[in-house]
């Protein structure tokens, strides 16, 4: 176990339809990260926070968008949902200081666009 | 544009050593990172390098050579467990930013 919690688990939603996924850093750590995994490939990095600020921004559609808030929990917004969005999508976290370069994963959320 | 290349699959004996190359091309490096996947799962944390060499962490190390954008993972004595996809991963900038490859699936006989 990480530390790193999202939610939900699952979800199956229609095309056209918006979503929230939810992310809660381990305790302490600042950063926050998305990234996107499709079916056997690598991660796409989408969007990092930094203690409720954007830091760096990938290959986020403008579909999409994030925030993360005062208490640092982080949420990814997708809309206008097509079935190329169906994913894995985690969200990730990172500590400061000498383990800055450690991220650590969130069990993920498995997005189905139907 | 950033690539990163590693094979897509290597297949290795439990019990043997087995290396998985990266070699990236970037716009910036900071360091490179190694991280593991199993099937379902969320990647975890293996090791990450910012200078040159090789560095050890009990069965698995890790090696780069910035001079050849080039770096390795060394996984020694394999167990059935470590049957999963290992990923690299460039820090291009002050930010913790990842760029990643593609993964390599490794897959381990008994």
């Known amino acids: 176990d990480s530390g790193v919690t999202q939610t939900p688990k699952h979800l199956i939603t229609a095309t056209g339809q918006r979503v929230t996924l939810r992310c809660s850093p381990r305790s302490g750590d600042l950063s926050v990260y998305w990234y996107q995994q499709s079916l056997d490939q690598g991660l796409q990095f989408l969007i990092q926070?930094?203690?409720?600020?954007?830091?760096a921004k990938g290959n986020i559609l403008e579909r999409f968008s994030a925030q993360q808030f005062p208490d640092l929990h982080s949420e990814l917004n997708l809309s206008s949902l097509e079935l190329g969005d169906s994913a894995l999508y985690f969200c990730?976290?990172?500590?400061?200081?000498?383990?800055?370069?450690?991220?650590?994963f969130g069990p993920g959320t498995r997005l189905t666009v139907t | 544009g950033q690539s990163l290349e590693q094979p897509s699959e290597v297949t290795a004996v439990e019990g043997a050593i087995v290396q998985i190359n990266c070699t990236y091309q970037t716009s910036g490096f900071y360091g490179l990172s190694w991280y593991q996947q199993h099937d379902g799962g969320a990647p975890t944390f293996l090791s990450y390098?910012?200078l040159d060499g090789l560095e050890e962490t009990g069965r698995f190390s890790s090696f780069l050579s910035r001079s050849d954008s080039y770096g390795y993972l060394l996984l020694q004595e394999l167990q059935m467990k470590d049957s999963a996809s290992y990923f690299c991963?460039?820090?291009?900038?002050?930010?913790?930013?990842?760029?990643w490859g593609a993964g390599t699936k490794l897959i381990i006989k008994p």
């Open positions: 926070y930094y203690n409720g600020e954007e830091r």
């Open positions: 990730a976290s990172s500590p400061s200081g000498r383990t800055h370069n450690e991220q650590y």
């Open positions: 991963a460039v820090r291009m900038d002050s930010n913790y930013q990842l760029i």
């Open positions: 390098n910012a």
